[in-house]
C-alpha cells in the first residue's frame, strides 16, 4: 500500500516558523550572483536560499550575508563563476573562484582568471555544514 502525505506547510512545534534543516546533509544555502553589470543589470541575484543579502566589495569580490547563521566557520561553500564578456573566447574558462573570511553569518567569495586577475563574473555556490 502506497500513502501520500499533502501538505501546504510544515513549521516548527510551535507552529510559528519554518522548520530548522540542522543535521540533513541537504545544502544550507546557495546562490547565484552576477557581478558583471554591462551584461545584466549589475549586483543582481538570482535563485537563493538562506541567503540575506550580498555585498559588491571590489573586482571580482563579493560578500554573502547568511539569513540564518551557521553553526562556526568550519563549512564549506563551493563556488563557481564564468564571464562570457569581451575579454577574448576563453574568457569563460580557466577561471577559479573560491571563498574565503568565513564568519558564522557571512563569507567572502573571489573569482580569478588563471593569471590571479581578478574579474567580475556570473557566480553561483553552495553552503553545506550544520546550521546554527
Not at 506547510?9 to 522548520?19: F, K, L, N, Q, S
Not at 543589470?41 to 547563521?69: K, Q, R, V, Y
Amino acid at each position: 500500500m502506497t500513502s501520500v502525505l499533502n501538505v501546504d506547510t510544515i513549521a516548527d512545534a510551535a507552529g510559528t516558523g519554518p522548520v530548522a534543516l540542522t543535521k540533513q546533509s541537504a545544502a544550507k544555502a546557495f546562490g547565484a550572483f552576477d557581478q558583471r553589470g554591462s551584461k545584466i543589470s549589475a549586483n543582481t541575484a538570482g535563485d537563493t536560499f538562506n541567503i540575506s543579502s550580498f555585498s559588491d566589495t571590489s573586482t571580482g569580490i563579493f560578500s554573502t550575508s547568511l539569513t540564518s547563521s551557521m553553526s562556526g566557520t568550519e563549512y564549506s561553500s563551493v563556488s563557481n563563476s564564468h564571464y562570457t564578456g569581451t575579454n577574448g573566447s576563453n574568457s569563460r574558462y580557466s577561471r577559479f573562484s573560491a571563498s574565503s573570511a568565513y564568519s558564522a553569518g557571512s563569507f567572502t567569495t573571489a573569482g580569478q582568471y588563471q593569471n590571479g586577475t581578478n574579474e567580475d563574473g556570473y557566480f553561483t555556490f553552495n553552503v553545506h555544514g550544520d546550521l546554527a
